[in-house]
């Protein structure tokens, strides 16, 4: 079983950045897939990528392809969602979770998730 600890959320303005972090501990074999999810208000939980830990493949939910990159530092056992140009529709909670299987090609789904963060909240102001 991993702990996860998001960082990095906070307040800016429509059109600004942020970089979250996901500390996974520990960040093993064990785990085969890091994912980033959010939960708008109002809104179902939803997948926003995802990170294969053993070579990096990535994935990318359907509404954020472009603006938003995950990566991952495994010496620093952090996963990272870098996002841009953002708007006040990105409004939400966001959670990192892992999962003992590799990442699915097809979907991002919670219910795939076995371990997760507290979340962190990300406000986006016009």
């Known amino acids: 079983q991993a702990h996860l600890v998001e960082s990095g959320g906070g307040s800016v303005q429509s059109g600004g950045s942020l970089r979250l972090s996901c500390t996974v501990s520990p960040y093993t074999s064990d785990t085969k897939c890091v994912a980033w999810f959010r939960q708008r208000p109002g809104k179902e939980r939803e997948g926003v990528a995802s990170i294969e830990r053993a070579g990096g493949r990535t994935y990318y939910g359907n509404s954020e392809k472009g603006r938003i990159r995950i990566s991952q530092d495994t010496a620093k056992r952090t996963v990272y969602l870098q996002m841009n140009n953002l708007k006040p529709e990105d409004t939400a909670v966001y959670s990192c979770?892992?999962?003992?299987?590799?990442?699915?090609?097809?979907?991002?789904?919670?219910?795939?998730?076995?371990?997760w963060g507290q979340g962190t909240q990300v406000t986006v102001s016009s």
């Open positions: 979770a892992a999962s003992g299987y590799y990442c699915s090609n097809i979907e991002i789904r919670p219910g795939d998730f076995s371990d």
